[in-house]
Every structure is written in C-alpha cells, then in structure tokens.
Nanobody, 125 residues
Framework: QVQLVESGGGLVQAGASLRLSCAVS????????MGWFRQAPGKERDFVAA????????DATDSVKGRFTISRDNAKNTVDLQMNSLKPEDTAAYYC??????????????????WGQGTQVTVSS
C-alpha cells in the first residue's frame, strides 16, 4: 500500500531552521509530482511548495519564497523541505502529498492523490 511518512518537525525559536523529510513507498516515486502543504489549527490546508517528477521545476507560495526549499531524491524515494528563517506564522502541521499527474505542478490540495499523516512545526517568538 502507499505510504508517505513525514519526519523532522519540532519546536524551534524564530529564525531557526528545520528540515522536513517525507519517505514514500508503495508507488513509482519518480512518476509523481510531490508537494508540501501546511495546516494551522482552525484554518484550511494551504499549499507550501511543489516539485516536478524529475526535480526540474519547483513552485512555492510567496510567503516562503527565499526561505524554504523543496528537493527530492528519486533514488531514495524522499522529498525534503528545508525551512530557514522560520517565523511564528510558519507554525502548522506539515503534510507531504503525491500527485500522479506529471505536468504541471499544482497548488490545489484536491489534485493530490496520496497524503502523509503530518508532522508538527512550532515556531516560538
């Protein structure tokens, strides 16, 4: 069965860095667009970043551009989110997701077929 397992979350102070990782199994990883989303309590799940099947194209929401970097390793079936200069407003549960459509990368949660269980990121001021 398909599994997406996130790791790397935690409690950090503002300005710190974290690296989230998502290990994927049960599908042909290199044929999937991968994305990261986040959800704060009482809010909708929001797009953070996405990466195309071969890593050749990335997309990120404006609020994280220049601070967050998405990357993938098709040999290891992993997708990472490097988060630098964290802010309290980045506090949320972070989810990785897989979209079987190769093109284009999408920001819509409804387009993603598989989801992980999430990892919590808390940034204190």
């Amino acid at each position: 069965q398909v599994q997406l397992v996130e790791s790397g979350g935690g409690l950090v102070q503002a300005g710190a860095s974290l690296r989230l990782s998502c290990a994927v199994s049960g599908l042909t990883f290199s044929r999937y667009t991968m994305g990261w989303f986040r959800q704060a309590p009482g809010k909708e799940r929001d797009f953070v970043a996405a990466i195309s099947w071969n890593g050749g194209r990335t997309d990120a929401t404006d609020s994280v551009k220049g601070r967050f970097t998405i990357s993938r390793d098709n040999a290891k079936n992993t997708v990472d989110l490097q988060m630098n200069s964290l802010k309290p407003e980045d506090t949320a549960a972070y989810y990785c997701a897989a979209d079987r459509n190769l093109f284009p990368t999408t920001r819509r949660a409804v387009d993603y077929d598989y989801w992980g269980q999430g990892t919590q990121v808390t940034v204190s001021s």
